[in-house]
């Protein structure tokens, strides 16, 4: 059924059929269906089906480590920047967790290296879901890449941060994320406060000085004028999710016992 709604080629359901597919087989890792997918999405004209693929075929590559490598480097090595970008994120679910060294290493590689922003972004942004379990690293990791002269690279840091030390309140991704808040790009400021209120989710003034003076400031963005859409519509996101579920919410990548938390991942 999916398919043939993917065959009338129209860009808006064919982006959900793409997302669809990756949820459906999420991570069987089937080869046969991955075949297809690639190939629909070098003949396509549109973009919108591209990224939906792209994402889908991440999704069935779930937690499948080694087996995906061949489809990873098959990704990367693809003209088509959004065909890389889905490599990208097919490196981070498929090591999502692991910390393995084979990943970062080519996430960092792709950060610094890739011609288009939107890889170089989530090259970036992969690092938190591959080192979650050690977030204690990842800001000694991002720092360089935090005050990179690309906005979009700065952004991913950002991001990064907020994944891999969700609700944790790890003093050293607050120290690097307060500087970002004042950075001249909009949608860099945006991240910022997004991954704060990621890493400050469940944390109060008394297990963490900084949340009280972080929240004024958040609410002074929001009812400032002179402020950027961007930043006031990060300003919200932040809002809601550090007050998540009447503040009885959390953002975790893992469950209690240490395992892998599908859908929090997905």
């Known amino acids: 059924d999916l398919k043939s709604v993917l065959y009338t080629d129209s860009a808006v359901n064919g982006e959900a059929v793409g997302l669809a597919m990756g949820l459906v087989m999420l991570g069987t890792g089937n080869m046969k269906l991955l075949e297809e997918m690639v190939q629909y999405a070098h003949e396509t004209q549109h973009e919108k089906i591209v990224r939906g693929l792209a994402l889908g075929m991440a999704l069935i590559m779930y937690g499948r480590q080694e087996a995906a490598d061949e489809l990873i480097n098959g990704l990367l ?3 088509d920047p959004y065909l890389r970008y889905g490599g990208i994120m097919t490196v981070a679910l498929a090591y999502c967790g692991t910390g393995s060294n084979k990943a970062v290493r080519k996430l960092l590689h792709v950060a610094v290296s890739d011609v288009n922003d939107d ?4 090259a970036v942004m992969s690092l938190g879901f591959i080192l979650f379990r050690k977030h204690q690293s990842v800001p000694r ?3 360089l890449l935090s005050e990179s002269y690309n906005p979009h690279v700065r952004y991913g840091a950002a991001m990064a941060l907020g994944i891999s030390c969700a609700g944790t309140g790890l003093d050293e991704a607050i ?3 307060e500087p970002m808040l004042k950075d001249p790009t909009d949608f860099v400021r945006q991240g ?3 991954s704060l209120a990621m890493v400050l989710v469940q944390q109060n003034e008394t297990m963490n000085p900084k949340v009280g003076s972080i929240r004024k400031m958040m609410n002074k963005i929001i009812t400032d004028r002179h402020e950027d859409a961007m930043a006031k ?3 919200a996101i932040a809002l809601g999710i550090i007050d998540a579920g009447g503040r009885n919410c959390t953002i975790s990548l893992q469950t209690q016992t240490g395992n892998l938390n599908m859908p929090g991942i997905v």
């Open 141 to 143: 990791m991002v720092e």
């Open 233 to 235: 519509f990060g300003c």
């Open 77 to 79: 090595g693809d003209p």
């Open 119 to 122: 890889v170089r972004r989530v």
């Open 192 to 194: 910022a406060l997004i």
């Open 175 to 177: 120290d690097l994320l």
